[in-house]
């Protein structure tokens, strides 16, 4: 539930600020239990503690229902409902089986926390450098998380349709408020507004690479508006972050051969996060569609750096996270590729060209790269958006970029499924993708539940 555990929260603050930083505050109160944090250094330590944030991103389990990967049916039969549903669009009546859906419920806890934190620095109100990162921080974190629960449970942004349901928007962290769901202009809206806001608080970059800054939310902005189909705001952001970062890393120099040859914060990441680690979506379960491996060339380094071959198919090794962990930040890559396909949709082909040679030739072998220069408008863009789907294979974007593509019947797909005998589909614009909410949210606050 949205705000079940809410109550427990100052002692998982404590808890949890004890276990991740040991500030000294903690040790001079003779009864910890009793402490809530009371300075920027103390609020700071909550958004970095992994734990307390639990940043284990929403997305993936859209991924499990994207074209990305085939899930065998033995693998299938031993997932957790939420899986097995969102793997073949499951109706409504059935998805969650009664269960809690881990989505919805970790996003909004998140979103409780930055609300308590940004409340906090509120009332210091400091104009400090180190006040302006941990509130600019706090806002970046939730409007991802809004962001990304809207790909899950809201329609796909269209001008045309904005007073569609939103999401339940919460700006404080007092319990009290009423529960019900937007627009989806009113939660747009507030995650751009967010997000504005903590590009005049947050640094160029940060100190490290799990804490936001003016590069991340100028990327997360151009991912945003390349979801609403606005490639004008897209490419000015995806501009405004490369302007500050533009580092790409060189597959020439990994070592393929290994498990995991994309490193944890490597140097093109621009900030790291994770998706929620479902069982579906681990090696030894799921294996990679066949349609997706067979789009990288042999000298394409990506496919060694990214599968291996096991028993009945080929399996997802993980990317920039140096685990099987799927990662779904941002880098300098998807960055390259957003300024290419907006570049390429407003006519501006010798940009796309630059910006996609520019990724391609640090993921080919070297010299090996493709030519691209006889390309006409309508194959470059179809260039463009398979490397696109190549790159970003994993990452908690193939769902959000098939809602905008279904809309194009250049590019519209239907997905099919195999389970034994049984046969399901997904066609383009389904209401299906969009995920219902759980019987238990519904049960306990009322609000509308998804048609679909």
Not at 270 to 296: E, K, P, W
Request: negative net charge.
């Amino acid at each position: 539930m949205i705000y079940r555990n809410i109550l427990l929260l100052p002692m998982i603050v404590l808890l949890f600020t004890q276990l991740a930083c040991k500030d000294e505050w903690l040790d001079k109160k003779p009864n910890k239990s009793l402490v809530v944090p009371k300075r920027v250094e103390d609020f700071q330590a909550l958004l970095d503690n992994v734990e307390y944030m639990n940043q284990n991103h929403t997305g993936a389990l859209s991924e499990i229902g994207t074209d990305n990967l085939i899930l065998p049916l033995a693998a299938w039969q031993t997932r957790l409902p939420e899986e097995r549903n969102a793997y073949i669009w499951g109706p409504t009546e059935t998805f969650y089986e009664g269960t809690q859906n881990a989505e919805w419920f970790y996003g909004y806890e998140r979103i409780q926390r930055v609300n308590i934190v940004i409340d906090g620095l509120k009332d210091i109100n400091e104009n400090t450098a180190g006040w302006q990162n941990a509130m600019g921080s706090a806002l970046f974190f939730r409007a991802f998380d809004l962001y990304n629960l809207a790909q899950l449970f809201c329609k796909p942004w269209l001008n045309s349709d904005n007073a569609s349901l939103g999401l339940v928007l919460r700006q404080s962290s007092n319990i009290n408020e009423a529960v019900k769901r937007s627009t989806l202009a009113e939660t747009y809206g507030m995650i751009i507004n967010d997000l504005e806001e903590a590009i005049t608080l947050l640094p160029d970059l940060p100190e490290i690479k799990t804490r936001p800054s003016k590069a991340a939310v100028y990327a997360l902005l151009a991912r945003i508006y390349l979801s609403m189909e606005d490639y004008e705001q897209s490419l000015l952001y995806a501009d405004s972050s490369l302007n500050i970062f533009n580092e790409v890393l060189d597959f020439n120099g990994l070592n393929l051969s290994g498990n995991n040859p994309v490193s944890r914060l490597n140097s093109e990441v621009i900030l790291h996060c994770r998706l929620v680690n479902y069982g579906a979506l681990q090696f030894n379960r799921m294996l990679v569609d066949t349609n997706l491996y067979s789009m990288y060339e042999d000298n394409d380094l990506r496919k060694l750096a990214y599968f291996r071959t096991v028993s009945g198919g080929f399996a997802f090794k993980g990317s920039f996270d140096g685990s099987g962990i799927n990662f779904c930040g941002f880098t300098t890559g998807e960055l390259l590729l957003i300024k290419a396909e907006c570049a390429a949709r407003l006519e501006d082909s010798q940009q796309a060209l630059i910006s996609l040679k520019v990724l391609l030739d640090k993921r080919y072998l070297t010299g090996t790269s493709p030519s691209l220069t006889e390309l006409e408008t309508e194959g470059l863009l179809l260039k463009i958006l398979n490397e696109r789907r190549k790159e970003l294979c994993f990452r908690g974007l193939r769902w959000a970029d098939l809602r905008r593509l279904n809309r194009d019947s250049h590019f519209a797909k239907i997905i099919t499924r195999y389970l034994g005998a049984d046969t399901y589909d997904l066609l383009p614009n389904d209401i299906r993708y969009i995920l219902p909410i759980d019987d238990n949210e519904i049960l306990l606050t009322s609000i509308q539940q998804n048609i679909r």
